[in-house]
T-cell receptor, first 117, second 113 residues
């Protein structure tokens, strides 16, 4: 069964500092990988995805993530935090088999990012 | 592209009552998913449809829960005889066949008193 672990339920950074949110997955075959952001009382917005090809993927709002197969990781980074980045971030996986995707996403527990002025 | 929409956004009900939520997916998406999210947790999969067919149901989906997508467009999720443990955010998402990413609606927050 797939599982996703997000290290650190809360991360606090100063405005302008580097943001690093950690995600590790457990899967016999590297899955499709995603990061979503959730603002209070809202749904999830797709930040970025890794499906195939280049292992460093860029997303919206200046975020990027790197797929590292050897480490089974997909950490999310942003060079300079902005106050508007304060939200909850979820790492998610969708298993792959034979090049097709399956239905359900499996999510990590989430990391709440706080940005201090 | 108007995005995924969900109604109502908030629902407060008394224990034992039935509730129904609606999800309208992105128009060209043939896959539709339901998830449940409780406070401090990531979303958990409930069920999904490809067109009208319900292809998978989670063990989380007890007999009190039923979902339909009768014409392959919008979907409804009904909870019968609600319990306080059903209080959660119910999220709907949609995608195209073979595309692994899913797009989420704003959710319906259910409070059972």
């Amino acid at each position: 069964a797939q599982s996703v672990t997000q290290l650190g339920s809360h991360v606090s950074v100063s405005e302008g500092a580097l943001v690093l949110l950690r995600c590790n997955y457990s899967s016999s075959v590297p899955p499709y990988l995603f990061w979503y952001v959730q603002y209070p009382n809202q749904g999830l917005q797709l930040l970025l995805k890794y499906t195939t090809g280049a292992t460093l993927v860029k997303g919206i709002n200046g975020f990027e993530a790197e797929f590292k197969k050897s480490e089974t990781s997909f950490h999310l980074t942003k060079p300079s935090a902005h106050m508007s980045d304060a939200a909850e971030y979820f790492c998610a996986v969708n298993p792959r088999a034979g090049g097709t995707s399956y239905g359900k996403l499996t999510f990590g527990q989430g990391t709440i990012l706080t940005v201090h002025p | 592209d108007t995005g995924v929409s969900q109604n109502p956004r908030h629902k407060i009900t008394k224990r034992g009552q039935n509730v129904t939520f609606r999800c309208d997916p992105i128009s060209e998406h043939n896959r539709l998913y339901w998830y449940r999210q409780t406070l401090g947790q990531g979303p958990e999969f409930l069920t999904y449809f490809q067109n009208e067919a319900q292809l998978e149901k989670s063990r989380l989906l007890s007999d009190r829960f039923s979902a339909e997508r009768p014409k392959g467009s919008f979907s409804t999720l009904e909870i019968q005889r609600t319990e306080q443990g059903d209080s959660a955010m119910y999220l709907c998402a949609s995608s195209t066949t073979g595309a692994p990413e899913q797009y989420f609606g704003p959710g319906t927050r259910l409070t059972v008193t």
